[in-house]
């Protein structure tokens, strides 16, 4: 039999979840609270099914979930990119965003802008409350030159590694594990001094 003809390191070669619904595994959020803390109520906008929500509620953190899609739970209805304003009393967003293809092919193309013009809005939203800021990327995304400008425009503190690589779906043999992941964490309470601290750990 020929070999599969190669395919970009983005396309895992299955259907992508509506919406680009993918539930973080507990370890994910448990490595960045075992760097980060954070100051007040955290805001998770891309709640999903309460993945990262949870984590941090088990952590005593207050939590607002909300998410554009209805997944039961927290929020639904909520579209980030229509939000003018972090919720009342939140001094963090965590999340783990959507890719941006929404789980259209045909707007495969267009997916690495619209991660970029979330995390613009995110950067946005944060700075105008002095908040922290955690995303959870791609470690290969970081690299990018636009997510290099992006990232360097914002006050990034830390870039926590993780040296386990995340199986995002239990019952997939080909897709498991394919990347590193990140994450990316800003404050804009602090100053910039120098580079982020790089963190690796798992
Ligand atoms: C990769 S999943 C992550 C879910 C959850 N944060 C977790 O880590 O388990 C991305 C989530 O973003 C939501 N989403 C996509 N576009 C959104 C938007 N414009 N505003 C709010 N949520 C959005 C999807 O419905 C999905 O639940």
Same mark, same amino acid.
Not at 163 to 179: G, P, S, V
């Given at each position: ?7 970009? %390191? ?5 259907? *992508?979840?509506?919406? $680009? ?30 993945? +990262? ?5 088990? *952590? ?40 941006? $293809? ?14 970029? $013009?979330? %995390? ?17 990327? *791609? ?11 992006? +990232? ?13 690589? +995340?199986?995002?779906?239990?019952? $997939? ?10 994450? +990316? ?18």
């Amino acid at each position: 039999m020929p070999p599969p003809p190669p395919r970009p %390191i983005h396309i895992s070669g299955h259907a *992508r979840e509506v919406r $680009d619904f993918y539930a973080t595994p507990a370890w994910v959020t448990e490595a960045l609270l075992k760097h980060v803390t954070f100051r007040d109520k955290v805001w998770e906008p891309c709640c999903g099914t309460g993945a +990262i929500a949870d984590v941090l509620l088990r *952590r005593g953190y207050p939590v607002v979930a909300t998410d554009i899609a209805e997944h039961g739970y927290g929020q639904g209805g909520v579209d980030l990119l229509a939000c003018t304003a972090m919720p009342p009393g939140c001094g963090a967003l965590v999340t783990n965003p959507p890719y941006g $293809d929404g789980g259209d092919q045909r707007d495969r193309a267009r997916s690495p802008t619209a991660l970029l $013009d979330m %995390i613009r809005h995110m950067l946005a939203l944060t700075a105008a409350a002095e908040a922290q800021l955690a995303l959870l990327v *791609r470690l290969q995304w970081i690299a990018g030159k636009r997510a290099a400008a992006l +990232i360097q425009s914002g006050p990034c503190t830390r870039i926590i590694t993780l040296t386990r690589r +995340i199986r995002w779906f239990d019952q $997939d043999e080909t897709n498991n594990a394919q990347h590193h992941h990140a994450w +990316i964490v800003f404050d804009h309470r602090r100053a910039r001094r120098g580079p982020p601290g790089f963190i690796l750990t798992d």
